[in-house]
């Protein structure tokens, strides 16, 4: 398989008003608004595609619904993402590498506590794609693969009945709300990330619909839990019981998912 890299993401935050960036690093910056920009227009295309195909408001039917759908909240700017990735294919970790395999060919049946939450950070920092973790009915686990800035269930699986567990963003910072330290800093206006009470989950809180807890799993590897009433604030390394992270980071079922979108 082919490697790929970038440089690395400017991850230092930088004051709103600072000095004149370098000519090369504005064209990067702007270079990659563009590139967003498009993206954001072609995920928009085909939602109203989608909402064409199979248009219905109470989470019944056999085509793609909102409770289908994760995504980062959009726009995001600057150390949002870039294309093809991060780290090459042979920065990954054996699993990783597994899973990067695997993956070409579809989703992917993961057994509880195989995948951890480690190595959905490596495939997004891989891939610059979102991953997702979905939960069957019967408890069953698949990793799925989506697209730059969203994740969409197969239709078929939703069909079946399989929700969003766990899915990533690409961010390297805690998703969600804003901290102090970054309202202070501009970090917000940066990125594009809105300041109120969900930050860059508000799409994510505005399609949760099941009261299953899920986890967001950032590109430096943050987790942050929430369900469909709140953003759990929880400290660094603490895992809610019945959660879809065990307290070793893996990835492992919730006790029921709701039929409910």
């Known amino acids: 398989m082919p490697s790929r890299s970038i440089p690395r993401a400017f991850a230092e935050p930088q004051p709103r008003c600072g000095p004149k960036l370098p ?39 056999t ?33 990783a590498k597994q899973l990067a395999r695997a993956l070409e060919n579809g989703p992917v049946t993961i057994g509880p506590g195989e995948v951890s939450a480690s190595h959905l950070a ?11 973790a979905i939960q069957g ?58 300041d109120d009470e969900y930050g860059s989950m508000k799409t994510d809180m505005t399609y949760k619909r099941a009261p299953h807890l899920e986890a967001v799993i950032s590109r430096n590897g943050e987790i942050r839990f929430f369900d469909d009433r709140r953003i759990h604030a929880l400290p660094p390394g603490e895992y809610p019981v019945g959660g879809p992270v065990n307290d070793r980071g893996y990835i492992v079922p919730v006790p029921k998912i709701a039929s409910s979108r």
């Open 23 to 61: 000519g090369a690093l504005h064209t990067v910056l702007t270079d990659t608004d563009k590139s967003l920009a498009k993206a954001a227009r072609t995920i928009e295309a085909r939602d109203r595609q989608l909402a064409e195909e199979a248009p219905h408001t109470d989470g019944v039917g």
């Open 122 to 132: 490596e495939l997004q920092k891989f891939n610059s794609v979102e991953h997702a």
């Open 63 to 95: 085509g793609h619904h909102e409770g289908d759908t994760r995504n980062i909240n959009p726009p995001m700017k600057g150390n949002f993402s870039h294309p093809g990735g991060q780290i090459t294919y042979g920065d990954l970790s054996p699993k």
């Open 137 to 194: 009915p019967d408890g069953d686990l698949r990793l799925i693969q989506g697209e730059q800035a969203r994740t969409v269930i197969p239709r078929e699986l939703g069909r079946q009945g399989y929700r969003f567990i766990v899915h990533t963003h690409p961010e390297d910072r805690l998703p969600g709300p804003l901290s102090d330290w970054e309202k202070d800093h501009g970090v917000g206006y940066r990125l594009g990330i809105p």
